[in-house]
């Protein structure tokens, strides 16, 4: 079973970048599409984009000027980085999976909370 | 491209069926058969509960069933009980500029 945990600053200013890495363990990294996917507080849920262990990606036409996905296959890990953050990017972020072939998320991230704030 | 439909809010007695509705267009839930449906408790990441309009995970109770009927896509849960208290989302491929759109979320409430 794919085991998923983000980690990364939970204090980000406006203007700034915000630098988010999701680690996979038991699971091959290669057989899933990786995605990011967010959730401002009492709010529904945003796809962000995602990416294929061969780098290609996909990001959401709202955030895609902004948003960098990228995989490490070294150390099974992806990562996002947002750039120029203001106070709407304020949100719990999850890394999921989806399989290979599907359209839908299998596995989820606990979730951290990034606040963007001075 | 717009969050799918869901009501807000449907809340029902322990036993009782309850019926959460996702009403998208012919470019998601009417399009294709990649509804998903997810539970979220507070504070929890979100639960795939099904996948493909009506399949469940190995591990997910019988008791959440779903359909979908042209554009709406619907999640059932009977016999509800208090553990079942949580929102739900559904989401859906989608042709157009984002290949995955979200609904808008559903509080469910076990009186």
């Known amino acids: 079973q794919v085991q998923l945990q983000e980690s990364g600053p939970g204090l980000v200013k406006p203007s700034e970048t915000l630098s988010l890495t999701c680690t996979v363990s038991?699971?091959?990294?290669?057989?899933?599409?990786w995605s990011w996917i967010r959730q401002p507080p009492g709010k529904g849920l945003e796809w962000i984009g995602y990416?294929?262990?061969?780098?290609?990606?996909n990001y959401n036409p709202s955030l895609k000027s902004r948003v960098t996905i990228s995989v490490d296959t070294s150390k099974n890990q992806f990562s996002l980085k947002l750039n120029s953050v203001t106070a709407a990017d304020t949100a719990v972020y999850y890394c999921a999976s989806r399989r290979v072939g599907s359209y839908y998320f299998d596995y989820w991230g606990r979730g951290t909370l990034v606040t963007v704030s001075s | 491209q717009s969050a799918l439909t869901q009501p807000a809010s449907v809340s029902g007695s322990p036993g009782q069926s309850i019926t959460i509705s996702c009403t998208g267009t012919s470019s998601d839930v009417g399009g294709y058969n990649y509804v998903s449906w997810y539970q979220q408790h507070p504070g929890k990441a979100p639960k795939l509960m099904i996948y493909e309009v009506s399949n469940r995970p190995s591990g997910v109770s019988h008791r959440f069933s779903a359909s979908k009927s042209g554009n709406t896509a619907s999640l059932t849960i009977s016999g509800l009980q208090a553990e079942d208290e949580a929102d739900y989302y559904c989401s859906s491929y989608t042709s157009s500029s984002t290949p995955f759109v979200f609904g808008t979320g559903t509080k469910v409430t076990v009186l």
């Open positions: 990416i294929y262990y061969s780098g290609s990606t």
């Open positions: 038991a699971g091959s990294i290669s057989s899933y599409y």
